[in-house]
């Protein structure tokens, strides 16, 4: 003690045992430490060696060969240096799967493309199973002339399965590979994956996965679900699994499911996908209205932060959902391009927190506010203003059949491709064709219909139409030429209760964010001095509180 003394003071009381780790505290000779088919994490390392076990026994990483076929094919990087011809494909499909191998905890080698010869698709094969666990083979699957998975895999090995009930990914091949004919210890598992890519991605989440998950000592991954309402009517074969790829959000105290384009090649149906509903076989389909079990590909967090919606297409509308994710973080929008009048219906079904709307009133030179009174009465609905922005003529470089006006609509020499029903801009060339006294007999194409400004600059640059309405940055997109024709104003409508919610207030801030707006007038043939703009459709007007968007 400092008095320097020799004693001890105890200050406090000292039970026994305290600060005294006893033998077996932790881990005891016998005891389970972790058990068998344990996905192993940071911790349960510590916890082998603190048992004494400096090695354990684990599951091999399957290895998976992945082999695109194709003599269309072209690699992704020929394609970014200019090396793609017409008529030839980029090849993404390896790069997916290979992916979603790694994510699965697999180990992926992706072959180098194998043209479609039938001695050149088989000595990928049998040398890729020579050393890998499961084999992929992508494409020609099917029973064209050229398509030869199915004759491989006979040749190497026995054919088990050609064709599944499930719709998209029907032509799915399953078979094994002869272990003395490959030169391996075993016989290798081969699935042939057909080509179009939203069939090859699900097939690899409906039969790779389990595969993968089972050689791991694993179960198949089960994705959280939820019941959400059905915006669109569903028609599914009879006798197939339809896999149905879906937008989700919560809109008001209900949680919808709106479809996504079901083409079997539209890889962007994917990645715009929150969700998968399965409509089962023997069903006919669902009904609008129907309450659905979605698998979800995000997080219910991610859904109730979802911005949903539908209506006009704009391209200003990734420009906002790219602005949204970078200054807005949680906050996302989620779109589907349904047409003007199709976003009002949405709007009036409570399917949609918005809708994009450019909507021309023939007698009054208006846009929007007469078909908001029709197909929303009785609705305080707040109309915002996004961009002005120019229509015309989209036609091919150099404009060859010397488009200049809304009368060579009428031209015999001249095909066009309109938009779908319900469109602003097909109402804004009906508008025009009336006034010039033109029926639609007299347009050739007037009947053929895209959903996008871009899908119609797409059919211009193929050759297939002359011409289509759209507006001025679609066709500079595809380096097309566009003969101005109309100036209107594309509209967000917004039910008011929306409007003012918590949910919409970052999209709204955007409105007036200086690096949005000059990256909206850096595209052509927009302006975007009305952005912001705030006018009421109902009853009651908005206070001067309310007209603020920033």
Known sequence: MEDGRDAIEIRAAAPPWHHVRPMGEDMVATELVLPANHKLRPVDLGALAGSGHAQVAVYRRPRVAIIPTGSELVAAETAMTGGIQPGQIIEYNSIVLAAQVENWGGVPTRWPIVRDEFEAIKTAV?????????????????????????????SLGQLLIHGVAVRPGHPVIMGLLDSSIINHQSPVPVIGVPGYPV?????????????????????????????????????????????????????????MATPLSRGAGVITSLVRADGIVRIPRFSEGADAGSRVTVHLYRTSREIEKTIVAIGSH?????????????????????????????????????????????LLDPETGVYNESYIHRYLPGQEIVLVTLVGREQGWIVPP???????????????????????????????????????????????????????HLAVAAAVASGVVDAGLGIFAAARALGLDFVPLAHEQYQLVIPKAHYESDLLKPLLALLGDEGFRTAVAALPGYDVSPMGDVKVVGERPLSSKDRSTG
């Open 314 to 358: 704009d391209l200003t509308l990734d420009l906002l959902a790219q602005f949204l994710a970078e200054k807005a973080g949680a906050w996302r929008l989620a779109s589907a391009n349904v047409g003007s009048l199709g976003g009002l219906v949405a709007l009036r079904r409570g399917e949609a927190h918005l809708g994009g709307s450019h």
């Open 126 to 154: 049998r040398a890729a199973a020579q050393s890998h666990d499961l084999v992929l083979i992508n494409a020609g699957s099917s029973a064209g002339s050229e398509d030869y998975t199915a004759h491989v895999v006979q």
């Open 199 to 255: 069939s090859a991605a699900l097939t690899g989440e409906i039969f790779v996965e389990p595969l993968l998950a089972r050689w791991q000592g694993q179960p198949a991954y089960a994705p959280p679900t939820l019941e959400a309402t059905l915006t669109r009517k569903l028609v599914s074969p009879t006798g197939d699994d339809d896999f149905v790829r879906v937008a989700v959000g919560a809109v008001g105290d209900s949680v």
């Open 398 to 452: 150099g404009n060859p059949k010397g488009l200049s006006g809304w009368a060579d609509a009428a031209n015999p020499d001249v095909q066009i491709v309109n938009r779908q029903r319900g469109a602003g801009t097909r109402v804004l060339l009906d508008y025009a064709l009336t006034q010039r006294d033109i029926t639609p007999e007299q347009v050739k194409g007037y009947d053929r219909e895209e959903y996008t």
